[in-house]
């Protein structure tokens, strides 16, 4: 009779590391410490917007409603044009996302895969685009969108947030990163420049790109101070101009203030859990490459 026997499992050699040290404790609760402090505003919104309006104003205060309503939230969509914010907000970050990715990734194959007389030069200027405050822009580019008849319209919201010097910095470091063997593999089957930016650059880009359009998506939807600036006309307001409106008009109706801030703020909150992944990887990958 046979006997079997089963291979036994050599000991790690060497000392074995903990699964928990120090360092890894402190950075777990750092980082709950950070998410609590996070979502504690959050959270103090959402249930404000719940109470009822009388209730917002007692003392003690008190976490948990007494008794829950969206009274809030339907006066808000009744009252005010809050479907026309969120319509002209979609509008605006859609088109400046999608033309700023376009004009970026133009510009960031221009510095990193082209040479030509001034590059250098121009390279250096569109950095130091990077440090100048959009403030300082303010008036020209208003008398620039008076000038062009582009006041109280899309184009005159969108237009001045297409360049982004930093977004073109961020791809034209990420193009750096890939091979040239790529691109000289579709010049050798006769393709154009063009067509070597859409099917090669483009593609292997991908967790970048998606990376920097859910930036910029973000930051055109935030954006405040110049649809601000540049619309006089309540139909063309976007969700921060209008939310501020509310808040002026509405007074001391918090539980209203709350509901317009929980609406504005929840197709963020919706995009980025959705892309989440590749605003990592992407993030990452720039990190990497760069």
């Known amino acids: 009779m046979t006997t079997i026997t089963m291979p036994t499992r050599s000991a790690p050699s060497g000392p074995v590391e903990p699964r928990w040290t120090y360092p890894k404790v402190a950075s777990v609760v750092g980082a709950v410490i950070l998410a609590v402090l996070w979502l504690v505003p959050l959270l103090w919104a959402l249930d404000t917007s719940l109470k009822p309006e009388p209730e917002t104003t007692r003392a003690p205060i008190t976490w948990l409603p007494q008794a829950p309503t969206v009274e809030a939230y339907r006066s808000v969509i ?16 859609v088109l400046v996302t999608g033309l700023t990715l376009v004009v970026s990734v133009l510009a960031a194959y221009g510095f990193s895969r082209t040479h030509f007389p001034g590059r250098r030069v121009l390279f250096g200027l ?17 008398q620039e969108m008076t000038g062009l008849g582009l006041v109280d319209t899309y184009w005159g919201i969108v237009l001045p947030q297409v360049v982004a010097p930093v977004m073109v910095f961020v791809l034209k470091k990420f193009f750096d990163g890939i091979s040239r063997d790529y691109e000289d593999a579709a010049r050798v089957d006769g393709a154009p ?13 991908r967790p970048i790109l998606v990376a920097v359009g859910i930036f910029t998506f973000i930051g055109a ?37 709350m509901a317009s801030a929980v609406l504005g703020g929840l197709p963020l909150l919706i995009v980025y859990a959705l892309f989440q992944r590749h605003v990592v990887r992407g993030v990452g990958d720039a990190g990497i490459k760069g």
């Open 126 to 142: 569109m950095i130091a685009g990077i440090l100048v405050p959009p403030q300082v822009l303010i008036v020209p580019l208003f």
């Open 193 to 205: 420049r063009w067509r070597i930016v859409w099917s090669v650059m483009v593609p292997m880009s």
């Open 78 to 93: 009744e009252q005010g044009d809050l479907i026309r914010w969120f319509l002209n907000s979609t509008v605006v970050s």
């Open 221 to 257: 939807w935030n954006n405040f101070l110049w649809p601000f600036i540049v619309t006089t006309d309540p139909s063309m307001m976007t969700i921060p101009v209008g939310l501020a409106n509310v808040q002026g008009s509405y007074g001391l109706r918090y539980a209203q203030i």
